[in-house]
Structures are given as C-alpha cells and as structure tokens.
C-alpha cells in the first residue's frame, strides 16, 4: 500500500496530516509527502514537515491513494493549482483513493470529482455552499465516503478519517 499526501507551502493543519501519515505508516502504508517546492512547510499548530518529491514529479500509477490534508494552506495554496487539480482528476480516473479533509475538500471539488458523490467539508457556511455548487451531495459532519472518495469535516476527524482510508486501502 502507497499513499501520496500533498502538502501546502504553509499553513496545514497538523493534526489532519500528521494522525493519517501515523496511522498508515503503523499499518504498514509507504507514504510520500509531495510539495509544490522542497522548502520545509509550517503547520497551523507548528509541525514542520519537508517533502519528499516536488508534485511536478509524481507519477500516480505508483500510489493506491492521494491525500489532501486541509488548514488555511490548502485553500491559499492548493485549491487554484492546476497541477494539483490535474493530479487528482488523473487519480480519480485511474479509481485511485482519493482523501480530502476540512478545508482540502473544496479542491476535490473543483477539480470536478465530486459531482453526484456524497461529500462533506469543513462547516463553514461558504465552504458547504461551494460543495454543493460543485455537484455534491453534502453529507454534513463526520467522515463521507462514495465510492473512491473519501471526505472529513475536520481535526476532530483526523482519526475517522484515517482508519476510512486505511479500510480502503486494505480493500485494493
């Protein structure tokens, strides 16, 4: 089993990367962390992180799932990427795992994976509004899976979150 997160340049939140990378490298995952640059990324609460591979450089046929870690990083960073927008289109089609939680769920979103999925996100009314625009079916709080893609409302999740991408990832 292979996972690839992607990391924001700053501003992830720790608890919604570091509690998944912990949960599936204990069951047995290799797990990649691929930023937008190889610079140290800070988290919300104070992690440092450091990729592994710049984005540019993955090749998802060697992964099972592709990761989205949410904080103010994923919507400043990522959620206009046309790299990362591109990566997961290009998962999804290939029926790769894809994850996103809190605020990282808008860029599934607007890569446009999410239309007819059941899906949730982090509460904030904007967030639900652009979801649904989007084509999904809100799912509320908690964790939302349908089909290959798997949602979370946020860091009271990260655990939920893990174990539903772990539980997928053992069904490969």
């Known amino acids: 089993m292979k996972a690839l997160f992607i990391l924001a340049p700053s501003g992830f939140r720790d608890e919604e990367l570091l509690v998944p990378i912990e949960k599936l490298q204990k069951a047995g995952t290799e797990i990649t962390i691929a930023g937008l640059n190889m610079n140290e990324s800070t988290g919300m609460l ?3 992180v450091k990729p592994d591979i ?5 090749n998802i046929d060697e992964y099972d799932a592709l990761v989205l870690p949410g904080g103010t990083g994923a919507r400043e960073y990522l959620i ?3 790299d990362v927008l591109a990566l997961i289109k290009i998962a ?5 795992i894809v994850a996103a939680i809190c605020s ?8 446009g994976i999410l239309k007819g999925k059941t899906a949730t996100c982090f509460t904030r009314q904007e967030d639900i509004e652009f979801l649904k625009k989007c084509g999904a079916r809100y799912a509320g709080t908690g964790v939302a899976a349908d089909e290959n893609i798997i949602t979370a409302t946020g860091p009271a999740d990260s655990e939920k979150f ?6 997928a990832l053992r069904k490969r």
């Open 54 to 58: 710049l984005l540019k450089e993955v």
């Open 80 to 82: 206009n990427n046309a």
């Open 104 to 111: 990282s769920c808008m860029i599934p979103a607007k890569a």
């Open 162 to 167: 893990a174990d539903n991408i772990l539980e």
């Open 92 to 96: 999804y089609e290939k029926e790769k």
């Open 46 to 48: 104070g992690a440092k």
